[in-house]
């Protein structure tokens, strides 16, 4: 089967990331946040494995082609800027490193742990590290899963995170998270948002507008006092219906395929 461009550009969107839960519950971000972008870098990365690569030994290694990933995530590829800044962005995750509880302990962990690319080419080798590539195949239980479009369109790197931590909570359709351990996952430092209206305004009231306009989830939030101040955060989540879910997807495919052929997009972290 001969594929179009805009057929390639879909079927990429529509690659599943898999990933353990233990990833998304247990892991400590702390002041180590991956921006929005580096975000959607790993779940791009995540797109490529297959579930036949459980069978595969290390090196763990996945080309990333920058102009196949400016396609897929609706930037414009002929930005030399933005080709730079895809290498800067595994660059910078390459150096960020992460606590994984795994109960008998803690397992430091970096996604990547190097990568490689030839001279004027626009293909990266990248080597997901040998620690966290068994959370990412050949999982049986206790999984998240979702197709890489349900993040690409989302702009706060609080929406993809929460989007992922939510997700694997799902089926639950109820959870209560303490304040200090959510602002924990999400990599907000102590001194940033220290004010609760402005935390529920930049953070929250944010990430709950792009994850319900732009993903499969409907999500809403309560805060907890205990005495004077909020102690917790009870989210409701809801998957969507078969067709709730096609309209986001039908916002999010405008919402990439705009800012691909937008003429006012000059730089990919705008």
């Known amino acids: 089967m001969i594929w179009t461009e805009e057929q390639r550009i879909e079927h990429a969107r529509e690659q599943l990331v898999v990933k353990d839960n233990k990833l998304l519950q247990t892991v400590t971000r702390r002041k180590y946040e991956l921006k929005a972008q580096e975000q959607k870098i790993v779940g791009y990365l995540i797109s490529l494995i297959k579930p036949e690569d459980e069978n595969k030994t290390p090196p763990y290694i996945y080309t990333v082609d920058i102009s196949n990933f400016c396609d897929v995530c609706g930037i414009d590829r002929t930005n030399g800027g933005n080709i730079q800044a895809v290498k800067n962005a595994i660059a910078e995750l390459s150096d960020k490193r992460f606590w994984l509880d795994y109960g008998e302990g803690e397992l430091l962990f970096r996604w990547i742990s190097t990568a490689d690319i030839k001279k004027g080419s626009t293909q990266i080798n990248v080597e997901i590290s040998t620690q966290v590539f068994p959370y990412l195949v050949g999982l049986k239980e206790k999984f998240l899963q ?79 006092r205990n005495g004077r101040f909020y102690t917790q955060i009870q989210f409701d989540i809801r998957t969507k219906e078969r067709f709730e879910a096609y309209e986001a997807y039908r916002r999010s495919r405008a919402i990439l395929n705009g800012i691909k052929h937008s003429e006012g997009q000059l730089n990919m972290f705008e």
């Open 146 to 224: 979702y197709e890489l479009w349900q993040i690409l369109p989302l702009k706060s790197t609080y929406s993809i995170a929460l989007y992922e931590f939510l997700k694997s909570y799902a089926y639950k359709k109820h959870i209560i998270v303490s304040l200090v351990q959510l602002r924990s996952y999400l990599g907000i430092e102590e001194n940033k948002y220290k004010d609760f209206k402005n935390f529920k305004q930049k953070v929250l009231n944010m990430a709950r507008k792009e994850i319900n306009e732009l993903t499969d989830l409907e999500i809403e939030w309560h805060g907890i």
